[in-house]
Each structure stands twice: as structure tokens, then as C-alpha cells.
């Protein structure tokens, strides 16, 4: 019985034309190309997910809240056709932050009320609850607050946490905020802490720095001074704080609790300004709401640039971070929301 004509590798090469050798090599380093470009981008992709989910020592668990963040904006509508989507409202929410600039826009909110003629611009402002530490609030407390944002006025303010409003009164509410650079925040709230121990202790309680007060050697007698201040400025009433609102989460909670907490509600706002970037921000929410809120801007000393600040924060606090995230995404949102209808 004859054996079949069996023909080795080296043979077929041998006996192949150059030109098939030449397509054969090309289609070989086309398809190693592919592979390497295919693993390539798996890898980055990886790396950036993991980079995003971890920036904050983030669990794998929690990411849920992150996906789709790259492309995140606040208006919703048609580019091409913006006044099809246009803001209508009766009624304007706003909890602000504290030392974020608030009272400017406060101000320029109802400037803007009270200059096109609305017969309902009338103004509320509901106190504070909670501005610094939401720990000592019981829950009659929150729920007086509830009371009093039940009936909003065409302006509703106050130094607030953010409270998940349901109900037909709040359908045509415009939800705004401020958020201001963390750094300048804290160095803000230190000095205004300082000015309230004052108030209460009296003009012999000394100024610190926080520099100072992690100095290895601190000054005789001035102990007293950095605890009571320290324990004000450092990760309360923070801007994240602000947005987690009153939930036991936002009290006793890790910070990556509270983070993801307020990127969830960061979701049921409307529009949130950036004091870095105001006339941007009011630029955008004239073009939202259509109709001109820039002419009535109100000048901010907190707006101004802290570059030549010698305030130092060292050692960062460990909340900053997270403070960081927050701001930078709040930013970010901003300025794509601002591409698409600029």
C-alpha cells in the first residue's frame, strides 16, 4: 500500500513563490499587530478603571457609582436644539455651603428675581441646621427642617445638608449649588472658626495657624487653642459632607461612603456653580434656564486668587482627598455642560 505524498513545513516553504511568502509574512504581522494593539488596550483600560475606582481606596464594590462619570453633564437636551429643554421653575432650592461664596450668589439669584418682575420673588431663608457637624441634629430637628422646605418661597435657602425632596411642591424646584476650591475652603473655615471661638471665648483667644498647630513644637499655653479649633475645621462641614447629607452614612460613616453617597445626590441637582468659575457657571445657567442671570452678578473676595496665601496645609487632612475628587468632578461636569451649549 502506498503512503500518502506527505509534505514538511521546510518543503512548503521551500516550494511557496516569493510572492506567496510576502503575503503570508504581511497577513502574519497584521494579525500579530492587531493582537498586540487588541491586548494593548485591554490592559489600559484596566488600569484606568482600576486608577479610577481606587483614586480614593475605593472598594471594587462601589464602582457602580462611578461608571459614566467621563461623560457626565447637566443639561440633558438636544445641542442643536437647547430651548426644547429649557429649565422651567417656580421655585428655586438652594442649601449652600458654607464659605464657598454663598451669600454672592444668594444675592444674585434674587437680584434676578426681583429685576424681571416676578410677583412670587419673594425670599426664604431657613437657618442653619447642622453647618459644621450634623452629629448633635436629632431627628426632631431634621424633621422641623422638612417642615419648613414644604412650603418653599420663589427662593428657599439656608445653611442646609442635602435632603431627598419628593412631592408635587418641589416638581418645578430648581436645584442649585456652589462648591468653591477645597484648599481655599479650609483655609476659609479655619479663620472663620477662629472668629466664632472668639465671639463666644472672647478677643484673648489667639489666632493659630494649622501649621502651628502640627508644629512638634508648639507653644506653651496654646494647646487649648488648637484642639478646640482643630477639632471645628478639619473634616467637618465639608463640601462632601454637604452633598451626603443627614443620612447615618454621612455621620458615621468611612469617607468613601460619604463620597459615593454624595455623587449619588449630586445626581438630583439641577446645576451646581463653581466660584473659580462663575462667569462661566452663570453663563451655563442662563442658557438652561433661558434667560440672563450674567448681568446680574455680585462680586466675591472669595472668588479672588489665593496664590499669594501663606495659609500652608501640611499635614494634608485625610478627608482632602476625597474633597478634591468631588470638586474636580463638579468642574468637569461644568465645563462639558459648558461645550455643548456655548
Not at 499587530?33 to 490592559?43: D, F, G, K, P, R
Not at 421655585?91 to 449652600?96: D, E, G, H, K
Not at 502640627?214 to 484642639?227: M, Q, T, V
Amino acid at each position: 500500500m502506498t503512503r500518502p505524498h506527505q509534505t514538511f513545513p521546510l518543503q512548503m516553504f521551500l516550494t511557496q513563490e516569493p510572492s506567496q511568502l510576502l503575503s503570508g509574512g504581511l497577513r502574519g504581522v497584521v494579525f500579530f499587530t492587531i493582537a498586540v494593539l487588541v491586548v494593548t488596550y485591554i490592559s489600559v483600560y484596566i488600569h484606568r478603571e482600576r486608577e479610577r475606582v481606587q483614586v480614593c481606596g475605593l472598594s471594587t464594590g462601589k464602582r457602580n457609582i462611578f461608571k459614566n462619570l467621563k461623560n457626565d453633564h447637566w443639561f440633558q437636551g438636544n445641542k442643536r436644539h437647547p430651548s426644547s429643554k429649557i429649565k422651567e421653575f417656580s421655585t428655586i432650592l438652594y442649601n449652600r455651603v458654607p464659605k464657598t461664596g454663598s451669600m454672592s450668589f444668594y444675592h444674585t439669584l434674587l437680584a434676578f428675581g426681583r429685576k424681571n418682575g416676578s410677583a412670587n420673588a419673594t425670599w426664604k431663608d431657613i437657618g442653619t441646621f447642622g453647618a459644621f457637624n450634623t452629629n448633635y441634629l436629632s431627628t426632631n430637628k431634621i424633621e422641623c427642617l422638612k417642615r419648613q422646605l414644604d412650603n418653599p418661597s420663589w427662593l428657599t435657602s439656608g445653611h442646609f445638608h442635602f435632603v431627598d425632596l419628593q412631592g408635587d411642591q418641589y416638581v418645578n424646584a430648581l436645584k442649585l449649588n456652589l462648591v468653591r476650591n477645597p484648599l481655599d475652603h479650609f483655609e476659609s473655615r479655619w479663620f472663620w472658626n477662629i472668629k466664632l471661638l472668639r465671639d463666644y471665648l472672647g478677643s484673648h483667644f489667639e489666632s493659630v495657624t494649622y501649621e502651628e498647630c502640627n508644629s512638634c513644637h508648639l507653644k506653651p499655653g496654646r494647646e487649648i487653642a488648637c484642639n478646640m479649633i482643630m477639632s471645628l475645621s478639619l473634616c467637618q462641614g465639608t463640601i462632601v459632607d454637604y452633598f451626603c447629607g443627614y443620612a447615618i452614612t454621612c455621620q458615621t460613616g468611612s469617607f468613601d461612603d460619604k463620597l459615593e453617597q454624595a455623587l449619588r445626590n449630586l445626581r438630583t441637582f439641577d446645576f451646581v456653580a463653581v466660584l473659580e468659575d462663575m462667569d462661566l457657571s452663570l453663563q451655563v445657567l442662563s442658557k438652561m434656564i433661558g434667560q440672563n442671570l450674567t448681568s446680574f452678578q455680585l462680586n466675591s473676595n472669595a472668588s479672588k486668587s489665593k496664590g499669594n496665601s501663606t495659609f500652608k496645609i501640611e499635614p494634608m487632612p485625610s478627608c482632602m482627598k476625597y474633597e478634591m475628587y468631588l470638586y474636580e468632578h463638579i468642574r468637569n461636569k461644568l465645563r462639558r455642560t459648558a461645550a455643548m451649549l456655548l
